[in-house]
């Protein structure tokens, strides 16, 4: 069980100490989204570049710190962005508020991407399902396992199976849910990084290092299986330019919590 008391020191723009705040008003104004639809994405990286541990779940490399802002990311979030891949590994299921932090009072919203409309079983059962941004083949069977109204059909125009995140994007914000905080994984990063989708990317260093095997949190294949070195298709060349602008501290541990910004 994480505790999100942990101790951070705010290096940029600081420097400041947040102690302990269940509230957590200052970190909520450190992370306030930028104007407008904005995407965020969370992921935790180990030292060596890993995704996820040797049990390939990213719980074994994130921490107290890393939990701290996790829930302030959601607590100023509408909608919470996964690809099904890591909604099938990671065991999502209907999302709550962080408790006790300050929000507007809505509940927040689970978006699944996934190109086959396979759901998991346990976010179809339950009162709340996700929605799922899919294409037209994917559409068919997600909407056997959830109602239509649940099902945002974005094919692609040269591929209608496939899906279309960035029309998913202006479907969720007509739906209310502009702020979008992406967890990932890996996969679905490297695609919505290809399309320019991504404002910020908010990137947790866990000071451990895991060695060889997994990916980093931009999957090299559309499976993000090791040994596939080929660049993700749409991969953009430069490389896309990062301004930093938060970087807290956790001085008991040296995790390190990065926010950077895209555009
Ligand atoms: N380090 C971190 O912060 C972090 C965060 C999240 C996950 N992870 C780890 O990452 C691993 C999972 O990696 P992953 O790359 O497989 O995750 P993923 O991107 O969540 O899942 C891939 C699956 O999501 C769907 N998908 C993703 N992008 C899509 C797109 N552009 N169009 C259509 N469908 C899309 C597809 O689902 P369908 O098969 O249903 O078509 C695809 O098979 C797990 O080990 C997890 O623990 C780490």
């Known amino acids: 069980m994480r505790s999100a008391t942990t101790p951070l020191d705010v290096l940029v723009p600081g420097p400041e100490h947040l102690a302990a705040d269940p509230a957590e008003r200052r970190l909520q104004e450190l992370y306030a989204a930028g104007p407008g639809p904005w995407v965020r994405a969370n992921f935790v990286s180990t ?7 040797p049990d390939h779940l990213s719980g074994s490399i994130n921490d107290d710190a890393d939990w701290r802002v996790f829930r302030v990311l959601r607590s100023v979030a509408d909608v919470v962005l996964v690809g099904a891949g890591t909604a099938r590994h990671e065991g999502y299921t209907a999302l709550d508020r962080p408790r006790g932090l300050p929000g507007d009072g809505r509940p927040l919203e689970l978006a699944l991407v996934s190109r086959s409309g396979r759901v998991p079983q346990q976010l179809t059962e339950g009162d709340r399902p996700p929605l799922v941004l899919t294409g037209a083949a994917g559409a068919r069977t997600a909407t056997r396992m959830l109602p239509a109204d649940r099902v945002i059909v974005v094919p692609q125009a040269d591929d209608a199976d496939e899906v279309d995140v960035r029309a998913g994007l202006v479907a969720l914000a007509a739906l209310g849910l502009a702020r979008v905080l992406c967890e990932g994984g890996p996969t679905l990063l490297a695609t919505m990084l290809a399309a320019g989708l991504v404002d910020e990317l908010c990137v947790t260093t866990s000071p451990c290092l895991v060695g060889p095997g997994p990916s980093r949190i931009v999957a090299a294949s559309p499976a993000g299986a090791p040994g ?8 953009p060349s430069p490389p896309v330019p990062a301004r930093l602008a938060r970087l807290l501290h956790a001085p008991g541990t040296g995790t390190l919590l990065a926010r950077w910004l895209l555009r």
């Open 47 to 53: 030292v060596d570049g890993a995704a996820w541990g």
């Open 228 to 235: 596939q070195e080929q660049p993700a298709a749409g991969v």
